[in-house]
């Protein structure tokens, strides 16, 4: 299966018609076209907003960016200097190698080092590898943390995938009875302030920024005419995310009303920090799979 290297991106083909992008810059994946039905031209399951900049002048708004060492703004004593999210997202990645091309998938690596910038601002020496894979019906996007300090490095990680789907219909699924923080409250304590999700389905109909954890890395996201499951391992926690309007609109690269054309599903490990041993790897790993519905479109 053809590997198409182009100067700013990396394109997979599956020989069904399947294919992914992911730009050179914060490695991010920006097209995940999945053949849905037998027959059926490829289908886009990633939303981007048409405002983004994919020039590398500053992250993607949407596909799945890649969040490391931290979530959110930073608040680890060695994450001081850092912008919100970290640096992954807004570095530039090297492709490192092509690891699978058979039949039922194909697969490659790209890799981030400290650069001169990421010294300024980070202390520790590490090596990040990401493995995006692709098959018929599943994209795999895999993160390998490699401590190469003499010290623990303490991390957050989290893959901020923008699922395609029409907001006012979609719920997520197989989060009943867990623990929450709902960052749209107003206080710091609210926010603080663990609530437990009484849904069999959560929706993002208004504003909804919802940080779960120890949730079971399984989740199911549904909509009338289609949907994605996702699988995780290493992922403890899980956000869902939607801006609506309310937050939407202050967002200078989100499009007029693309809110309603996405949900955000973020598998990754955020609430406290991962500790890991000089010398040691971690592998936080996520599959999305379409299955057969009828449609993906809006």
Same mark, same amino acid.
Request: hydrophobic share 35%; net charge negative; glycine share 8%.
């Given at each position: 299966?053809?590997?198409?290297?182009?100067?700013?991106?990396?394109?997979?083909?599956? +020989?069904?018609?399947?294919?992914?992008?992911?730009?050179?810059?914060?490695?991010?994946?920006?097209?995940?076209?999945?053949?849905?039905?037998?027959?059926?031209?490829?289908?886009?399951?990633?939303?981007?907003?048409?405002?983004?900049?994919?020039?590398?002048?500053?992250?993607?708004?949407?596909?799945?960016?890649? *969040?490391?060492?931290?979530?959110?703004?930073?608040?680890?004593?060695?994450?001081?200097?850092? /912008?919100?999210?970290?640096?992954?997202? /807004?570095? !530039?990645?090297?492709?490192?190698?092509?690891?699978?091309?058979?039949?039922?998938?194909?697969?490659?690596?790209?890799?981030?080092? +400290?650069?001169?910038?990421?010294?300024?601002?980070?202390?520790?020496?590490?090596?990040?590898?990401?493995?995006?894979?692709l098959?018929?019906?599943?994209? /795999?996007?895999?993160?390998?943390?490699?401590?190469?300090?003499?010290?623990?490095?303490?991390?957050?990680?989290?893959?901020?995938?923008?699922?395609?789907? +029409?907001?006012?219909?979609?719920?997520?699924?197989?989060?009943?009875?867990?623990?929450?923080y709902?960052?749209?409250?107003?206080t710091?304590?609210?926010?603080? !302030?663990a609530? *437990?999700?009484?849904?069999?389905?959560?929706?993002?109909?208004r504003?909804?920024?919802?940080?779960?954890?120890?949730?079971?890395?399984?989740?199911?996201?549904?909509?009338?005419e289609?949907?994605?499951?996702?699988?995780?391992?290493?992922?403890?926690?899980?956000v869902?995310?939607? +801006?609506?309007?309310?937050a939407?609109?202050?967002?200078?690269?989100?499009?007029?009303?693309?809110?309603?054309?996405?949900v955000?599903?973020?598998?990754?490990?955020?609430?406290?920090?991962?500790?890991?041993?000089?010398?040691?790897?971690?592998?936080?790993?996520?599959?999305? !799979?379409?299955?057969?519905?009828?449609?993906?479109?809006?």
């Amino acid at each position: 299966m053809p590997v198409e290297q182009k100067e700013d991106r990396v394109i997979l083909k599956h +020989p069904k018609g399947s294919s992914v992008e992911i730009l050179y810059y914060g490695a991010t994946v920006i097209s995940w076209l999945s053949v849905i039905g037998q027959g059926s031209e490829p289908v886009e399951c990633l939303f981007v907003s048409s405002k983004a900049a994919l020039d590398g002048s500053k992250p993607v708004r949407g596909g799945i960016p890649v *969040v490391f060492p931290c979530f959110g703004a930073p608040s680890h004593p060695e994450h001081a200097k850092l /912008s919100q999210h970290g640096f992954a997202r /807004s570095s !530039t990645w090297n492709f490192d190698s092509i690891v699978v091309d058979n039949d039922a998938g194909v697969s490659v690596r790209l890799t981030l080092s +400290p650069t001169q910038a990421i010294q300024s601002v980070y202390p520790h020496d590490f090596l990040l590898s990401y493995v995006v894979t692709l098959a018929e019906h599943q994209l /795999s996007t895999d993160l390998h943390v490699t401590n190469k300090s003499d010290k623990p490095l303490e991390f957050q990680a989290l893959l901020h995938n923008y699922i395609r789907a +029409p907001a006012k219909e979609v719920t997520v699924s197989n989060l009943q009875k867990l623990n929450y923080y709902d960052k749209t409250e107003a206080t710091e304590e609210a926010r603080a !302030t663990a609530k *437990v999700e009484s849904r069999a389905g959560v929706d993002v109909r208004r504003f909804t920024d919802s940080v779960y954890e120890n949730a079971p890395q399984h989740y199911y996201v549904t909509w009338p005419e289609g949907g994605v499951e996702i699988k995780t391992v290493n992922f403890k926690d899980v956000v869902v995310w939607n +801006p609506q309007a309310e937050a939407g609109s202050k967002i200078g690269d989100m499009e007029v009303n693309g809110w309603d054309h996405y949900v955000c599903v973020e598998p990754g490990h955020v609430r406290g920090f991962f500790s890991l041993e000089p010398g040691k790897t971690w592998i936080g790993q996520q599959t999305i !799979t379409s299955p057969g519905s009828k449609s993906h479109s809006l």
